[in-house]
């Protein structure tokens, strides 16, 4: 099956591509140049209804499926998405901008490698082993699958977004109905495609591409959607949070960060420098784990700062498609202005070191004029409480800031809303355990930052948001416990009885 044809439509509902009811316009488009990558029509609220439906009517036989059987259809599609490799990163590269290497070694792999990760735990939900809790009973424990679960993803990492929301779902028996970014549609309507190819059945896995005011708020609300499941802004996430509590829906919110990235005065300095590099520059800085304030301890604050400025001037910006592109365009002109208004706010009250927007010719002698490109941008002298320090800017911009003791340098961490990732960079075995304790962030690197795996779980503390993505720690939020209770004394009239009427 050619999973890249969208020529009979952007909506994916009961196991095929169709035009929906919507009617409002939307075009795919390639930052690199502002081509058109795909006409779309956006999903009207009745197209999400008809999903929602289409989920409703898979779930019986679905959830009712024996683990090993789901397990298989997961396997199945781990081979299915490995043999669409090439066309998933070509069209996840269109569609976003980013290098054409990142989607080839790390969306796509990752994708996969999650997909046989849930194959696995699909056959690996646990509870309690069944007992005499009250000593007239036995109980035991069922984990049951949720229902029709809502799922509304970003856009800068479609792909995975997808599948970190889809997989953990159906492994546990749900079915789904997915929202992605309307930027960046395509590669999750492939994904479902993709479903369909393995033989899971249709109406498990369904997709529409719709506006977040309009379809978006639909499927929150929608009274058939057991669950909703968001990843995306702490602002949007709020709202999304709202509407789920109207209608009593349990909600595994996946927002926004500012990891910070503390380097202590033992750190390995060419480490550091590299790991900062990478991890502010990684997707063009839109990532919601990216380094985004490194606090460096005084001895090495200069050359820490020289070092990182020296780095950037070396980053290769060009057409994402070039495999010797390190730095593609933003996803939007949208976004790359909004980014670009961070940077010309800070020039009143920080330095930027080195940064704008970049123009003229890249590394491979693509016009980069046409592009949303922007450059990697260095700041520093930035008070802790300005815009530059607390903001989500999720684009290729590294503040620095200098700490003294260790006190401070963990305590300055700690100090925005923000709970998603963070680093330490140390070779004390004491401080990089303090760090670990006290850093308050879903997840901790020591020596390293950005590096996730399909076996560890992924999620925020404070305003990142509750829940866990990947992991078997994922399948706790798509499933529910039901306590079932035997009673073992075969007596009418049972002991309790007496506190409601009569003696013994
Ligand atoms: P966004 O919040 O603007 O949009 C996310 C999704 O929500 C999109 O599909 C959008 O259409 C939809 N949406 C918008 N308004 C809505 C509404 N009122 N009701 C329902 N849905 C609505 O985020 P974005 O700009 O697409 O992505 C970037 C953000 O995502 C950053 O904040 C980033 O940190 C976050 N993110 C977080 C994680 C994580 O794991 N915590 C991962 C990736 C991205």
């Given at each position: 099956m050619d999973l890249t044809d969208f020529s009979t439509g952007a909506q994916y509902i009961a196991g095929r591509l169709t035009e929906g009811t919507g009617t409002e316009p939307f075009q795919v488009v390639n930052?690199?140049?502002?081509?058109?990558v795909q006409h779309v029509t956006l999903a009207s609220t009745g197209d999400v209804d008809t999903a929602v439906a289409a989920a409703k009517a898979a779930l019986p036989a679905w959830s009712s499926a024996t683990p090993g059987a789901r397990s298989e259809a997961l396997l199945r599609l781990a081979a299915v998405l490995a043999g669409h490799a090439e066309d998933f990163a070509r069209v996840e590269t269109a569609q976003t901008g980013k290098p054409i290497k990142l989607s080839t070694e790390f969306d796509v792999p990752g994708t996969v490698d999650n997909t046989s990760f849930f194959a696995g735990a699909a056959r690996n939900l646990e509870g309690k082993a069944a007992g005499?809790?009250?000593?007239d009973h036995t109980s035991y424990v069922r984990r049951e699958a949720i229902g029709v679960v809502g799922s509304i993803s970003p856009w800068n990492y479609p792909l995975q977004m997808a599948a970190w929301k889809i997989l953990p779902a159906i492994a546990a028996g749900n079915t789904i109905v997915l929202k992605p970014a309307e930027l960046t549609p395509l590669t999750s309507l492939m994904f479902a495609r993709a479903c369909t190819e393995a033989g899971?059945?249709?109406?498990?896995v369904n997709v529409v591409t719709g506006a977040g005011r309009g379809a978006g708020e639909h499927l929150v609300s929608h009274?058939?959607?057991?669950m909703v499941s968001f990843t995306g802004s702490t602002p949007v996430g709020r709202r999304v949070a709202e509407l789920a509590t109207a209608s009593v829906k349990r909600t595994h919110l996946e927002l926004g960060g500012k990891a910070p990235f503390v380097v202590f005065d033992d750190a390995d300095l060419d480490a550091a420098v590299h790991g900062a590099v990478a991890a502010s520059l990684i997707n063009g800085g839109q990532?919601?784990?990216?380094?985004t304030r490194a606090y460096v301890q005084r001895p090495l604050y200069d050359a820490f700062v020289a070092g990182v400025a020296e780095l950037y001037g070396q980053v290769r910006i060009g057409?994402?498609?070039?495999?010797?592109?390190?730095l593609g365009p933003l996803v939007s002109y949208t976004h790359r202005d909004r980014v670009a208004g961070f940077v010309e706010r800070a020039r009143s009250y920080a330095t930027v070191v080195t940064g704008g927007q970049a123009l003229g010719l890249?590394?491979?002698?693509?016009?980069?004029?046409?592009?949303?490109y922007y450059l990697p941008t260095l700041i520093t002298g930035?008070?802790?409480?300005?815009e530059v320090v607390q903001?989500?800017?999720?684009?290729p911009v590294l503040v620095v800031l200098p700490f003294d003791s260790d006190e401070e340098g963990l305590r300055l961490a700690n100090d925005?809303?923000?709970?998603l990732a963070a680093s330490a960079w140390t070779r004390d075995i004491h401080r990089s355990l303090r760090a670990t304790r006290e850093i308050q962030a879903g997840c901790v690197w020591v020596n390293d930052h950005i590096p996730i795996i399909s076996e560890m779980p992924h999620g925020g503390y404070k305003a990142s948001g509750y829940g866990k993505d990947m992991?078997?720690?994922?399948l706790d939020e798509y499933t529910q416990l039901k306590h079932v209770m035997f009673d073992t004394?075969?007596?009418?009239?049972?002991?309790?009885?007496r506190t409601v009427f009569g003696d013994r």
């Amino acid at each position: 099956m050619d999973l890249t044809d969208f020529s009979t439509g952007a909506q994916y509902i009961a196991g095929r591509l169709t035009e929906g009811t919507g009617t409002e316009p939307f075009q795919v488009v390639n930052p690199a140049d502002g081509s058109v990558v795909q006409h779309v029509t956006l999903a009207s609220t009745g197209d999400v209804d008809t999903a929602v439906a289409a989920a409703k009517a898979a779930l019986p036989a679905w959830s009712s499926a024996t683990p090993g059987a789901r397990s298989e259809a997961l396997l199945r599609l781990a081979a299915v998405l490995a043999g669409h490799a090439e066309d998933f990163a070509r069209v996840e590269t269109a569609q976003t901008g980013k290098p054409i290497k990142l989607s080839t070694e790390f969306d796509v792999p990752g994708t996969v490698d999650n997909t046989s990760f849930f194959a696995g735990a699909a056959r690996n939900l646990e509870g309690k082993a069944a007992g005499e809790y009250s000593g007239d009973h036995t109980s035991y424990v069922r984990r049951e699958a949720i229902g029709v679960v809502g799922s509304i993803s970003p856009w800068n990492y479609p792909l995975q977004m997808a599948a970190w929301k889809i997989l953990p779902a159906i492994a546990a028996g749900n079915t789904i109905v997915l929202k992605p970014a309307e930027l960046t549609p395509l590669t999750s309507l492939m994904f479902a495609r993709a479903c369909t190819e393995a033989g899971i059945p249709d109406g498990v896995v369904n997709v529409v591409t719709g506006a977040g005011r309009g379809a978006g708020e639909h499927l929150v609300s929608h009274p058939d959607v057991a669950m909703v499941s968001f990843t995306g802004s702490t602002p949007v996430g709020r709202r999304v949070a709202e509407l789920a509590t109207a209608s009593v829906k349990r909600t595994h919110l996946e927002l926004g960060g500012k990891a910070p990235f503390v380097v202590f005065d033992d750190a390995d300095l060419d480490a550091a420098v590299h790991g900062a590099v990478a991890a502010s520059l990684i997707n063009g800085g839109q990532d919601c784990t990216a380094a985004t304030r490194a606090y460096v301890q005084r001895p090495l604050y200069d050359a820490f700062v020289a070092g990182v400025a020296e780095l950037y001037g070396q980053v290769r910006i060009g057409h994402p498609l070039n495999p010797a592109t390190d730095l593609g365009p933003l996803v939007s002109y949208t976004h790359r202005d909004r980014v670009a208004g961070f940077v010309e706010r800070a020039r009143s009250y920080a330095t930027v070191v080195t940064g704008g927007q970049a123009l003229g010719l890249g590394h491979d002698g693509t016009d980069l004029n046409p592009g949303a490109y922007y450059l990697p941008t260095l700041i520093t002298g930035a008070p802790q409480d300005s815009e530059v320090v607390q903001g989500e800017i999720f684009g290729p911009v590294l503040v620095v800031l200098p700490f003294d003791s260790d006190e401070e340098g963990l305590r300055l961490a700690n100090d925005t809303p923000y709970g998603l990732a963070a680093s330490a960079w140390t070779r004390d075995i004491h401080r990089s355990l303090r760090a670990t304790r006290e850093i308050q962030a879903g997840c901790v690197w020591v020596n390293d930052h950005i590096p996730i795996i399909s076996e560890m779980p992924h999620g925020g503390y404070k305003a990142s948001g509750y829940g866990k993505d990947m992991s078997q720690y994922s399948l706790d939020e798509y499933t529910q416990l039901k306590h079932v209770m035997f009673d073992t004394t075969a007596v009418a009239r049972k002991d309790w009885h007496r506190t409601v009427f009569g003696d013994r």
